[in-house]
């Protein structure tokens, strides 16, 4: 049998090993010896990052995963947006111009629903809106789509990990069919990789960032992925994160950041990993195809 068929076969069977063990309810990221493209932040070079637009683009493209970043307002609301100040993405120097620095912590849900986080991408996206993670996520299902779930700044956020967390289970988000292959939260801060396997230890999780491989054995006590820069990527290092085995009893998956051009996507192909997290997914995904 050719090798990709053999890989293809040999992942069904973990997938359907994976969907009837209780003990290891979590799946593959990739499909087979292929890995898969993660719309970054939504489609996010033909809409604008983190809008419900850019879940649509993605899901047009025929996307199945979208990364997205969550943060928390002034009065407690889960909302998706990447930087800690509003000013980038939105026109809130114009609406607040006295609230500098413009940290998301510092406004209220209701402040942050007024504002346009379309026009500064280009005039077809204005009045689009930073979306609450509950419309987010009920955007993501809607299309039948995926979640990889970036918890940003959790320092920021005291207990954002079990906000998060319950805000997923009141969506539906934390039953077997989503555990089982439709969610992974990740995090650049171990701590609240940790946490959220501690709260939640069914949820699949991955850290940001490339870990000495002598601390490998220590990341793959919470988290079932690995997600470093695709600059940081070697073959050697897949392969070292891919011979341990995460918290799921699989061996940790590897998704890289952030690859917009083909090349680069078939030179971290090529190295093995399970997933590229791109803001042109379609791109990557016509590059590791065939
Ligand atoms: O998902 C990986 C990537 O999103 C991490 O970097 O800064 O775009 O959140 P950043
Ligand atoms: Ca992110």
Redesign the pocket.
Known sequence: MHTRAVAASTTALLGVAALLSPASPVGAVGYGARPSAIA??GASAYAPENTLAAVDKAAELGIRWV?N?VQRTRDGELVVL?DDSLRRTTNVEEVFPDRAPWKVKDFTAAEIARLDAGSWFGPAYAGARVPTLKQFVKRVERHHQKL?L?I?NPQLYPGIERQTLKLLSNEGWLDRRHLAGRLVV?SFSADCVRTVHELKPGVKTGF?GTPSVTDLPVYAAFADQI?PSHGSLSPGYVSAVHAFTGPHGRALEVLT??VDDAATAQRVAGYGVDGI?SNKPDVVREAVRG
Do not use: S
């Open positions: 970054h932040r990364e970043d990447h990889l970036e940003k990740q940001l997600n950041w952030t997290i």
